[in-house]
C-alpha cells in the first residue's frame, strides 16, 4: 500500500493520511471481497464507520508486466540487491509515478516498503483510477 490521503464522499480530500502499510478496515460485500465505490471516474473503498474513502490504486495496486531487466532500488537511489527482475516478470505497482530516487532524478513505482522499479522498465498500463 501507497500512503493514502482519505477523501469525503465528495472527493474533498480530508487532513487525515494513512501511512504506507498501515492498517485500514474496509467495507466488505457478503462474500467478502472489497466493495468499489465510484466517484466521478474515480475508484475508492469505504473506510468501516467513517464517510472516508482511499483511492483503490493507493491500496491494491495495479499488476504490470516490466519491458527490460530491472534492479529494484531504495528511495536514496542503491540497489536493494543484486537479484535481477528478468522480463516479461509482473510486479504490482502502488500509487502513480513519481521522483522516489532522489540521487539519480529518476521517476519510479513503488513496488513494496521502500522498493522501486525505475518507470522506463515498466510497459505502459492504465492505472486503476
Known sequence: MYKSVLYTKDLEKTDKVVSGYGKLNLVTDENGKLKVYTNKGQHFYKVVDTDEYVRVRNVTGTKVTLKRNSFVYKSNGKRVSRKL???GTKVTV???KYKAIKHYRKTAYRIGH????KSVNIKKF???E
Request: charged share 30%.
Open 85 to 87: 527482475l528478468k522480463k
Open 94 to 96: 502502488y500509487g502513480g
Open 114 to 117: 521502500n522498493k522501486y522499479v
Open 126 to 128: 492504465k492505472p486503476v
